[in-house]
């Protein structure tokens, strides 16, 4: 399945209709690689913080697990991109590629991931919109960082270049996507809260869960920025 870029670029509906319909096709791809990549690191965020309440740490060791989590995040973050450019480009991949790539972008993808956390959040609290709009204009780092091989510097400007005709549509459709991300994650605590799980297992099962819907929101960025380059590419040309 290729994600169709020939169609008018103003709705935020089709936009959130194509990342449905590329996360339901490659489904399988997906999980796949992300149950692969990240499942010793769900387990050992989930038995990290079982272990450390039951010992009593202090509560500053909690972060711990979670820091350890943010860490290794690129890794599967560039993987997940690498599947998906391959996906809409007709290739075929493999899991020890996918991983390989991650490893050669951590260390660049982590700076940026870490910087545009840090100005997301400086914004969301002044009065949450000025974060919104950060988030938005420096979202195709990632990108910019995994498949033009950008440093941090020249990738969070670029995402600020290119992301400007998209800026309120991807806002609008991350948003969406988070509030519903939410929302399966409160069902499912509920539910496993109703059935009385053991807590490890159920921590672990909504965070695999958890872990592939929210591919979605890599799936929708990605299209925003397929969608800003060859914009990019009409200007120059």
């Known amino acids: 399945m290729v994600i169709k870029t020939n169609q008018p670029e ?4 089709q936009r959130l209709t194509e990342t449905f319909a590329f996360f339901r096709t490659y489904f399988i791809d997906i999980s796949k690689f992300l149950l692969a990549v990240t499942f010793p690191v769900i387990l ?6 079982y272990y450390l309440t039951k010992a009593g740490a202090p509560i500053e ?3 711990l697990p979670s820091v350890i989590a943010f860490i290794y995040q690129p ?21 020890k590629e996918g991983f390989s790539f991650g490893l050669t972008c951590w260390g660049n993808l982590l700076f940026v991931n870490t910087l545009t ?12 919109l000025p ?3 950060l988030f938005a204009r420096l979202s195709m780092a990632q990108f910019c960082v ?21 800026t309120f549509q991807i806002i609008g459709c991350s948003v969406f996507i988070t509030l519903t991300l939410l929302i399966i994650d409160l069902l499912l605590q509920y539910f496993f809260g ?3 799980l053991n807590h490890n297992f159920t921590m672990i099962i909504t965070s695999v869960i958890f872990l592939i819907l929210s591919a979605n929101i890599t799936i929708l960025l990605f299209r925003f920025y397929d969608l800003a380059i060859k914009k990019d590419q009409r200007i120059l040309h």
């Open 10 to 13: 103003n709705t935020v509906i």
């Open 44 to 49: 050992l965020e989930a038995f990290g913080a």
């Open 61 to 63: 060791m909690h972060v």
């Open 75 to 95: 890794v599967y973050t560039a993987g997940l991109i690498y599947l998906i450019s391959r996906k809409i480009n007709g290739k075929t991949w493999n899991l």
């Open 117 to 128: 956390l840090f100005i997301t959040l400086l914004g969301l609290f002044a009065f949450i």
């Open 131 to 133: 974060g919104l709009f």
């Open 146 to 166: 995994v498949l033009e091989r950008l440093n941090p510097k020249e990738a969070l400007i670029r995402s600020n270049q290119i992301s400007k005709p998209f």
């Open 194 to 196: 109703r059935v009385s």
